[in-house]
């Protein structure tokens, strides 16, 4: 059985599925493994590291795609990359199955087996391939550190001969992974943060790293789901939150919104009013970008000046620190890849509770029943 890693097509990817630490680990499981050549050279690792595991190395991508049995990637593959695998080929990769499940068609026409790492149930025994929260947790320290290097002003309260310097005040909205990660690394920095959320549980956690956490009067609407996931809120809830947020922004030199609805558009968080009550100076890092964004103002991937206020909505934070990424996300799908192989031979079981619910397609059939219901609707 012969895994594949293909080089990454898509702009301003440096992430590549599997490092070489991870592909020796997976050669110990009597299977073969190609790389495409410089596929891991953006995240610093060579032909030769790749080959020192003891992967095979080679330039004919057509010729990998025909032979592969398993492709593991970042992003989904291109369609004539689908169409171009065999049909008893399993993909594996962060596919956007609930985003833009029609560009999965050529997958099902192609009959392949398909599993999106964004499927993966974030239960207990699905930690060590929870690439989500890998992702998150890259995205949200890159964050803090973008919005460090970019106001003009230092984060860490300084005494000096020549005056007290204060500290920057950084706001957070969403407290999930990638929230948790940019409180840690802003308070690491020196910075004094404020975070809200929508989820109870968040408050301690907030508050644990040194913050303090911004609560708001939701008359006890019901605002997780079982599975620990903030639901969608009413109009009256969401303003509610907003209404906070603009009285906060006066004051923040640095915001980063994180927050996100699985499968929804993001919540919209500060309309234009809150950003033009910011000061001169401050930054809005908006990481929703992918899925609408939580700022009016923010664009996805660019940046938007307003009355000296700058809004960045950057759609691939991870990619921009790909060295630690793709070793996060190469474990990540490794232990994946654990589940599906036995005895060097693919053994993949629908009614395990983390193979299963991860599937998206299989044979011709949309198996996951969230994106069959996308696809049926549409
Ligand atoms: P996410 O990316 O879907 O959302 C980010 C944050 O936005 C969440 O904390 C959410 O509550 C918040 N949010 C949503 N709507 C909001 C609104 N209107 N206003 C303010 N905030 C809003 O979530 P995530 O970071 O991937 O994870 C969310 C939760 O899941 C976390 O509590 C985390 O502890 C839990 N989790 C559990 C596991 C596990 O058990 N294996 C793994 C990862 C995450």
Redesign the pocket.
Known sequence: MNIAVLRETSAGEARVALMPDSVKKLLSANVSLTVESEAGLAAARSDDDYRAAGAEVSADRNAIIAATDVLVTVNRPPADVFAALKSSAVVLGFLRPLDEPAALEPALAAGLTTFAMELVP???R??SM?A??SM?TVAGYKAVVVAAASIPRMFPLLMTAAGTVPPARVLV???????LQAIATARRLGAVVEA????A??GE?VRSLGATFLEVDLGGLK??DA????VE?SEEA?QR?RDLIAEHAKTADVIIT?????GRRA?L?MEEAAVNGMKRGSIVIDLAGSTGGNVTLSKADEVVERDGVTIMAPTNLPATVPVHASQLYSRNVSAFLNLLIKDGELNIDLNDDVVGPSCVTQAGKWVNQRVASLRNGS
């Open positions: 974030r239960i207990t699905a930690q929870d989500l929260s998150a909205l969403g407290a999930g992974v990638a929230g809200y959320d929508v989820r549980a968040a956690q605002t997780e599975g620990g996931y903030a809120l969401l939150g994180t927050a996100q609805v699985p919540p968080l």
